[in-house]
């Protein structure tokens, strides 16, 4: 994808690090991260015409967002209560 040599591992020993390769990996990629909600809403509003089903239309989102090459946000992990 980013034709590199099989020769070059990224590595990321800092958390800031690993931000900064997933901004060059988006630019390099041509991902549209800042058009996500935009997008999903768009196609939303298509579909809930005829579609009822919440799921349905989170679907229909998520497949617009791809078919577009919008990035998505990593889930966010809880931590266990304890």
Known sequence: M???ADAIVAETDAGRTAKRHRQFLRERLGVKYEVVRAVAKQAIRSAVQT???PADLINVALEELVRQRCGLPAPRRRRPRI
Do not use: Q
């Open 2 to 4: 980013l034709e590199l």
């Open 51 to 53: 579609k009822g089903n």
